[in-house]
């Protein structure tokens, strides 16, 4: 069963609820159905939606989600534009294991290697 343009314009507009911008302020969901439509269907991108695909994105990520603030962009852009044009190797650093040599982000080296690595020797 196919989802209906307005299942999935209420969709992201309950996605926002909540949600806080990168300077700690509220992202309110200003479209009517719509100008959310109209935006989509203008981009040409309406049947590419979603991850790996294309998004609705704020410009510079910043303000709500109303005329003139969002674009479509694709989800990898949206990223970048999220995090400030870092690449993710920038926000986590890939680290290597002394004990096996093995490298990876903080987290999942700290979980399987490092002090808990099977070569490290007691």
């Known amino acids: 069963m196919s989802r209906t343009t307005k299942q999935l314009y209420k969709d992201h507009k309950d996605n926002t609820i909540g949600r806080i911008d990168k300077h700690g302020n509220p992202i309110k969901f200003k479209l009517s159905y719509e100008e959310w439509l109209r935006i989509w269907e203008d981009s040409g991108h309406f049947n590419e939606r979603g991850l790996g695909g294309y998004v609705m994105g704020r410009i510079d990520d910043t303000g709500n989600y109303e ?9 990898a852009q949206n990223n970048r534009e999220s995090t400030g044009g870092f690449k993710p190797n920038q926000l986590h650093p890939i680290i290597e294991c002394p004990h ?17 690595c099977k070569q490290r020797k007691l």
């Open 67 to 75: 005329v003139g603030n969002v674009h479509i962009i694709t989800h």
């Open 100 to 116: 096996c040599q093995k490298a990876g982000n903080r987290g999942m080296m700290h979980r399987w290697h490092l002090d808990n």
